[in-house]
């Protein structure tokens, strides 16, 4: 696989005679020249010929220039279009604020707005705790970010990172009925950061750190943890420790292993490792090996019960090994070791390919598209809010991490499906729980709640 860090979609329309072998022909073309394929879909099936879409992954414009050099010279073959899919579907931004009420006549209008909104103005005014039923702030929650890490790609800025922004806010509406509101702010002082999300933080009811690069990051999410009445997550530390844990569970099950017994190995200490090593060490008792590019990052690792260590250390007594060291590529195949479970996390290409890890004689791998933040940061968050928790503890998380658990067993998987309702509703439930058990709920939830089998819309007050 070749060393890159990123690669871009297309979408090819092709024109296929109707000869056995054709589509034969014309994948093995695009791979010849070195690109992946995704989805096929055919668009048109004839009696002298077939037209379909194939999504491509390329490196570059002039990769994709020698890949459709390589297919036209292909008789039975004709390229139709090129599109780039991905861009037409951020046309216009992925999310917009809407009314939920509508405002289609003069006395709507009057209730929604002037006269009417003064009345509930001066309800809040006179007893500030009606805000939680009258307006939405209970249920919205700042994105904010610096871009600094923003996936695979670095720091590239807040407004580059905005097309993320704006996919955890529609993720977090679609999967657990919250308005994520998409922060993007124009400094990497940690004191500047503190302080702006501090005068914003009144409009919303939790505080979501988004692609804020390590160190700074641990620094941003403590300090506003200690000054804000209200929750706050970095969905790169917890969110991701979360799946991270569930999924072990569930791959010790699998291959045998004790996880309270297994020696680990971490690959990589920023916002994810760190943590990752932070939530093992409490839930078996057993501290993690831990390597990091940066000595700073390895003593911070040592600082939190880590025990520091070795690439070549991890790799040769590892039974499990978790890397997020964002390095395609990082662990070569002769490095696996017989039996090993390797968690190679870094996206959008991961340390090893899972296929090849399995291959060189891993029990079990997998990468970051399987294992993913995203099975648990929406339940998190609508579990903290329904319990008005006050912040988000490890019990928590912990909570989150066997509701995962628990799901994907049940449907004889690793981890759920990202849009498995079952998956978020069961974290939702369980976080909300475990808030109450932790006593940082200001909300005490009664067995109707829990009985409840959809998460729209919040419940009321």
């Not at 139709?80 to 009314?99: A, F, N, P, W």
């Not at 103005?121 to 039923?133: F, H, M, Q, S, Y």
């Not at 919205?140 to 670095?154: E, N, P």
């Not at 999410?221 to 991270?244: K, S």
């Amino acid at each position: 696989m070749n060393d890159v860090s990123y690669r871009i979609v297309r979408t090819i329309r092709c024109k296929n005679t109707n000869i056995p072998g054709t589509l034969g022909k014309l994948t093995t073309a695009i791979g010849n020249i070195g690109a992946e394929i995704g989805n096929i879909k055919t668009v048109h099936l004839g009696h002298h010929f077939t037209v379909r879409d194939i999504d491509i992954l390329i490196e570059s414009e002039e990769h994709l220039t020698r890949l459709i050099d390589e297919v036209s010279r292909l008789q039975e073959v004709s390229v139709l279009q090129v599109r780039d899919e991905v861009l037409e579907l951020h046309r216009g931004g992925k999310i917009k604020m809407v009314s939920t009420v509508p405002l289609d006549t003069l006395d709507a209008l009057s209730k929604v707005y002037t006269p009417g909104v003064a009345e509930v103005c001066r309800l809040i005014a006179g007893e500030p705790d009606w805000k939680d039923v009258y307006t939405g702030i209970p249920y919205s929650v700042a994105i904010v970010t610096d871009g600094t890490a923003v996936l695979g790609l670095g720091n590239i800025g807040p407004e580059a990172g905005m097309p993320v922004m704006e996919g955890k806010a529609a993720l977090l509406q679609h999967l657990a009925g919250i308005s994520g509101i998409p922060i993007l702010i124009s400094t990497t002082d940690p004191d500047e950061i503190v302080a702006t999300v501090k005068n914003i933080a009144l409009t919303f009811g939790g505080i979501h750190l988004e692609d804020i690069a390590s160190p700074r990051c641990f620094q941003i999410e403590d300090r506003l943890e200690e000054e804000l009445d209200r929750p706050v997550m970095h969905d790169d530390q917890e969110g991701t420790a979360v799946v991270v844990l569930a999924a072990l569970m569930n791959a010790c099950e699998r291959t045998g292993l004790v996880l309270e017994e297994a020696r680990v190995g971490l690959i990589g200490l920023g916002a994810a490792g760190l943590t990752i090593g932070e939530f093992l060490l409490r839930y078996t008792g057993n501290p993690a090996l831990g390597v990091a590019r940066t000595e700073v990052s390895t003593r911070r690792h040592a600082e939190h019960g880590g025990i520091p260590s070795s690439f070549d250390e991890i790799m040769q007594t590892a039974d499990i090994v978790i890397a997020t060291s964002g390095v395609s590529g990082l662990i070569e195949p002769s490095m696996v070791r017989k039996g090993q479970v390797i968690f190679a996390l870094t996206n959008p290409f991961p340390e090893i390919i899972p296929e090849l890890a399995v291959a060189s004689g891993a029990a079990l791998a997998v990468d970051g598209k399987t294992v993913n933040n995203v099975i648990g940061y929406p339940g998190i968050w609508r579990g903290t809010l329904d319990a008005k928790a006050t912040r988000i503890t490890y019990e928590m998380y912990r909570a989150a991490s066997l509701a995962v658990a628990r799901i994907a067993r049940e449907k004889e998987q690793l981890v759920p499906s990202p849009i498995d309702p079952d998956a978020h509703l069961a974290v939702t439930h369980n976080v909300a729980r475990a808030a109450m058990e932790s006593g940082v709920a200001r909300r005490q939830l009664d067995a109707d709640y829990f009985e409840d089998t959809v998460i729209e819309p919040p419940p009321e007050v």
